[in-house]
């Protein structure tokens, strides 16, 4: 599930021209403390990131989650 979680935001990143490093920016602006390039690859890698950080994500990507019930 991890692994879903990571191709999915760096597809999103490369369809919508935006880089890794510009997203490490943003999390660093709103969580307020400093997230690095290589920080937030590990991340991605080990699928830690949190869900707030993924809202930020792709939030700034103008993108939201909805819960649909099967």
């Known amino acids: 599930m991890n692994l ?8 999103l990143l490369t369809a919508n021209n935006i880089t890794m490093k510009e997203i490490a920016g943003v999390l660093t602006e709103k969580l ?5 390039l290589a920080n ?3 991340k991605l890698k080990r699928g830690t990131l949190t869900y707030n950080e993924v809202l930020i ?4 990507m103008n993108y939201h989650v909805e819960f649909i019930k099967n």
């Open 4 to 11: 879903r979680v990571r191709e999915q935001i760096k597809s």
């Open 32 to 36: 307020g403390k400093k997230c690095t």
């Open 40 to 42: 937030l690859s590990s």
């Open 57 to 60: 994500i792709i939030e700034y």
